[in-house]
């Protein structure tokens, strides 16, 4: 399932970060989830796509690009 978000933070050492969704729902993305997409970084305020597993994202990508 895919659903867009605002990145609330962004580690860049451990390339892990949190996201609001638009409901504010506050969910947490690990490095896997990071690797998976193109992005080398994130800043907080961007907008971007998840895909995700039940409520674990597995993929992180900016909301102009598409999802796999």
């Not at 892990?16 to 080398?40: K, Y």
């Amino acid at each position: 399932m895919g659903v867009q978000g605002t990145v609330r933070s962004f580690d860049e050492a451990t390339r892990s970060g949190t996201v609001f969704l638009d409901d504010g729902t506050v969910l947490e993305f690990d490095a896997a989830a990071f690797d998976a997409g193109p992005l080398r970084l994130l800043r907080t305020g961007q907008r971007v796509n998840l895909a995700l597993a039940g409520e674990r994202v597995t993929y992180v990508t900016l909301s102009t690009f598409p999802l796999p």
